[in-house]
């Protein structure tokens, strides 16, 4: 896992899937808050062909490529499916997740997709996204904390 | 006036009566591709990506908190998926954007403001700035402690059937839509 890097098409697979990623939030505009928010206002009802659409073609991706290969050609890794453990923290997290993303219209992935179409005013989003991510971090690590879950 | 509108709402008739008004073609096409592109990586690496454990991956250049430091073995390789995304997204205003290819399976729609730079359409958003920087702070920390965002949790782990990450989506999906309406009601726009 530490050595991920090492296979000369390791990265430049990672930047060609992450331009497909970012190719399709552009063009079914996730990355403009407006249509985000006109979903959550019941305006548009397209943001769930998103994300459904995509659920579909990854779920056949993880469904079928365990039972025809045994691992992944750049990184050695096996193809299983690496649950996270459900937690009070899913929940806790998803609401205060949910707030911001209602009150913004903006999530992680179409932030970045967002600064690609010109959208300079979305580094007020970023720059809140790694505020909000470096408190947590800080939070989370203090030794008193005891929290010990992954990711 | 019929009966139908003497008990519904005339305003959530009309919503109801036109759920698509951009059509619904840009969204599934667009849903496609997204997980096209999580589906190459997985094909290549075995990885189900997610766009927002970059937030901490990055940090841990630049902070010794144990929270990032976890991520420092895959901190590499997220920046580069987080630059492909601004790239592919980039690729997507130089042409679809900009009208150098059309198709009718998009809809420019009317939000925002376009602008021109060098040839390329661009485009800024109209929300107000205090919205996009509060709300970016909430999904910093959301994300993160709730294990997942809406591709970690929504479109890989739904994916793959993980109960934990549909459990994620629909608290985080219903939350964000009463926000929504709340701040709307609020008479808060854009």
Partial sequence: MTNRDRHPAFLPLILLGGVIFGFGLGFSQMARPEVVLAFLQFADFGLPFVMFGAAIVTGIAFAVLPRIADAAPLTGDPFERRLKSFDRNVLVGGAIFGVGWGLSGICPGAAYASLGIGNVTILWAIAGMFLGAYLQGWWRSRPSSGDASAR | ?190
Avoid at chain 2, 18 to 37: A, I
Avoid at chain 2, 58 to 72: A, I
Avoid at chain 2, 79 to 97: K, M, R, S
Avoid at chain 2, 163 to 174: E, H, N, P, R, W
């Fill in chain 2, 1 to 190: 006036m019929s009966i139908a509108s003497m008990i519904v709402d005339p305003a959530l008739l009309q919503v109801f009566a036109d759920p698509f008004p951009n059509g619904l073609s840009r969204y599934v096409v667009g849903g496609l591709l997204v997980g096209l592109g999580a589906t190459v990586i997985y094909v290549g690496t075995g990885i189900a990506a997610g766009a927002s454990t970059f937030l901490e991956s990055t940090l841990s250049y630049v902070s010794d908190q144990s929270r990032f430091k976890r991520y420092v073995a895959s901190r590499g390789w997220r920046l580069v998926f987080t630059f492909g995304i601004v790239l592919g997204a980039a690729l997507f205003a130089a042409t679809v954007q900009s009208g150098l290819i059309t198709t009718s399976l998009y809809q420019s729609g009317s939000t925002g403001r376009l602008y021109e730079l060098g040839g390329v359409t661009l485009w800024l958003t109209e929300v107000q700035p205090w919205r996009l920087f509060l709300g970016g702070i909430l999904v910093g920390i959301g994300t993160r402690v709730g294990k997942g965002c809406t591709s970690g949790h929504g479109v890989c782990g739904v994916g793959s059937a993980s109960k934990t990450s549909i459990a994620g989506v629909i608290t985080f999906l219903l939350v964000a839509i009463v926000t929504a309406q709340v701040v709307a009601a609020l008479g808060v726009s854009p």
